[in-house]
Nanobody, 122 residues
Framework: QVQLVESGGGSVQAGGSLRLSCTSS????????MAWFRQAPGKERERVAT???????TYADSVKGRFTISKDYANHTLYLLMNSLEPEDTAMYYC????????????????WGQGTQVTVSS
């Protein structure tokens, strides 16, 4: 079992930046796939970015070039650096992880955090 705890959300003006963190306990090792999802009120959940061990990263088209996902093994933490934020980025952001992911990341992640709110004002 893995417990994921997000932090770093907040309110920011358009054009600003935020960095979200997701701490994995007891460890981030072995969690082959990790991702950030977001869900705005009245909208479906959207996968924002994925990082797959030994494979690489993928991004939703809506955040490409603005968001960067990364993993810090020393601190057992997943990050999402969000630059050039837009009001459309306003949502609850969730961290997800799974031990599966040698060939591809699953659609149904086993482990989820509680979410952190990001609000971008114009």
């Amino acid at each position: 079992q893995v417990q994921l705890v997000e932090s770093g959300g907040g309110s920011v003006q358009a054009g600003g930046s935020l960095r979200l963190s997701c701490t994995s306990s007891p460890s981030i090792y072995g969690v082959l796939c990790m991702a950030w999802f977001r869900q705005a009120p009245g909208k479906e959940r959207e996968r924002v970015a994925t990082i797959q061990t030994n494979i690489g990263t993928t991004y939703a088209d809506s955040v490409k070039g603005r968001f960067t996902i990364s993993k810090d093994y020393a601190n057992h933490t997943l990050y999402l650096l969000m630059n050039s934020l837009e009001p459309e980025d306003t949502a609850m952001y969730y961290c997800a992880g799974d031990f599966r992911g040698i060939s591809h990341c699953p659609d149904d992640y086993n482990f989820w955090g509680q979410g952190t709110q990001v609000t971008v004002s114009s």
